[in-house]
């Protein structure tokens, strides 16, 4: 199964008032589905990836939760705050050895918002504010007291925008109180609001470090333009260090083609020494805005996406 997805808000759009909606504190991590059956847990990304291995501090669930499927997201903290970089380096460990080791130096949280399905009873059907009240009398925890937890839910939306803010989190996400769970669709009844300006992106092609002709030190990134190819959003160099140009390496290698896949033409100075690739490796990067042409201002290097699709992409404003 698919988690359901949140719409970006408009820029500038204040939240939605009113009795019908509620609203959470959103989460910098990656989201996962945890499933309890028999007795044994599976946990899986956006893609549908089983990412159990990864995160063996979770396997504990299976003693608070008998028979259900929760929805959530795996956050790194840092100093008391989620933080993406030190997430990446837990998110694509698939030897359980090493996921181990990883654990014991960077531990995760598992901030678990939404339950599909309790004790054999499926809930997708419900209304968000009745599988709300099912998930609270799981008895998680409150945030900060294990492994996993259930963080609250506020009425004034943009009071805890600007609680957010002042606290350096990511934004809000504001969920309508009668919506029901529709997996794998971009829904308009959930809002998603964030402070700092963030994009996944498809990897189009990349370029090499100066005075190599190997290493990568930049890539060139869009997002689908409907037609199977891709709109140009501009040159990501910025925070690609050694960890990450070894990784990106041995995802891009295999993917060369002769072509670009952008549908959109490629400044000459972006498109000189590209090496081009089949757009299927998604990354997040951080950036200032949108420029002219609608090309990403001073973006940097946050990390791979195993976890997105490259359909699902949206621009985010």
Same mark, same amino acid.
């Given at each position: 199964?698919?988690?359901?997805?949140?719409?970006?808000?408009?820029?500038?759009?204040?939240?939605?008032?009113?009795?019908?909606?509620?609203?959470?504190?959103?989460?910098?991590?990656?989201?996962?589905?945890?499933?309890?059956?028999?007795?044994?847990?599976?946990?899986?990304?956006?893609?549908?990836?089983?990412?159990?291995?990864?995160?063996?501090?979770?396997?504990?669930?299976?003693?608070?939760?008998?028979?259900?499927?929760?929805?959530?997201?795996?956050?790194?903290?840092?100093?008391?705050?989620?933080?993406?970089?030190?997430?990446?380096?837990?998110?694509?460990?698939?030897?359980?050895?090493? %996921? $181990?080791? &990883?654990?014991?130096?960077?531990?995760?949280?598992?901030?678990?918002? +939404?339950?599909?399905?309790?004790?054999? =009873? @499926?809930?997708?059907?419900?209304?968000?504010?009745?599988?709300?009240?099912?998930?609270?009398?799981?008895?998680?925890?409150?945030?900060?007291?294990?492994?996993?937890?259930?963080?609250?839910?506020?009425?004034?939306?943009?009071?805890?925008?600007?609680?957010?803010?002042?606290?350096?989190?990511?934004?809000?996400?504001?969920?309508?109180?009668?919506?029901?769970?529709?997996?794998?669709?971009?829904?308009?009844?959930?809002?998603?609001?964030?402070?700092?300006?963030?994009?996944?992106?498809?990897?189009?092609?990349?370029?090499?470090?100066?005075?190599?002709?190997?290493?990568?030190?930049?890539?060139?990134?869009?997002?689908?333009?409907?037609?199977?190819?891709?709109?140009?959003?501009?040159?990501?160099?910025?925070?690609?260090?050694?960890? %990450? $140009?070894? &990784?990106?390496?041995?995802?891009?290698?295999?993917?060369?083609?002769? +072509?670009?896949?952008?549908?959109?033409? =490629? @400044?000459?100075?972006?498109?000189?020494?590209?090496?081009?690739?089949?757009?299927?490796?998604?990354?997040?990067?951080?950036?200032?805005?949108?420029?002219?042409?609608?090309?990403?201002?001073?973006?940097?290097?946050?990390?791979?996406?195993?976890?997105?699709?490259?359909?699902?992409?949206?621009?985010?404003?």
């Amino acid at each position: 199964m698919r988690p359901m997805l949140a719409t970006p808000a408009p820029s500038g759009a204040t939240p939605p008032g009113g009795d019908d909606w509620v609203h959470e504190v959103k989460w910098d991590g990656m989201r996962v589905l945890a499933d309890v059956t028999d007795g044994r847990l599976r946990l899986t990304s956006r893609t549908e990836s089983d990412v159990t291995v990864s995160y063996p501090e979770l396997a504990g669930l299976v003693d608070v939760v008998a028979d259900g499927m929760l929805d959530g997201e795996v956050v790194a903290f840092a100093n008391g705050k989620p933080d993406f970089g030190v997430l990446a380096e837990r998110m694509h460990v698939k030897d359980a050895r090493r %996921a $181990a080791a &990883l654990a014991q130096r960077f531990p995760v949280s598992y901030v678990v918002f +939404d339950v599909l399905r309790l004790y054999g =009873v @499926p809930l997708l059907g419900r209304a968000f504010d009745e599988r709300r009240h099912t998930l609270e009398r799981i008895e998680l925890g409150e945030p900060g007291a294990g492994p996993w937890q259930v963080p609250g839910v506020f009425d004034d939306g943009a009071a805890l925008l600007e609680a957010t803010k002042a606290n350096g989190l990511e934004g809000i996400v504001s969920k309508r109180r009668s919506s029901v769970y529709r997996p794998g669709v971009r829904s308009r009844d959930w809002v998603k609001r964030a402070h700092r300006s963030t994009q996944t992106c498809v990897v189009g092609g990349w370029r090499p470090q100066t005075g190599t002709s190997s290493v990568v030190g930049a890539l060139l990134v869009g997002l689908p333009d409907g037609a199977g190819r891709l709109t140009y959003l501009g040159r990501v160099g910025s925070g690609i260090g050694g960890n %990450a $140009a070894r &990784l990106l390496s041995g995802l891009l290698d295999p993917l060369a083609r002769n +072509d670009s896949p952008f549908a959109d033409d =490629v @400044p000459a100075i972006d498109a000189r020494g590209t090496h081009w690739v089949q757009p299927t490796v998604c990354v997040e990067v951080e950036h200032l805005g949108y420029g002219s042409g609608g090309r990403l201002r001073q973006p940097a290097w946050r990390g791979v996406r195993r976890d997105v699709r490259v359909e699902e992409l949206v621009r985010e404003s």
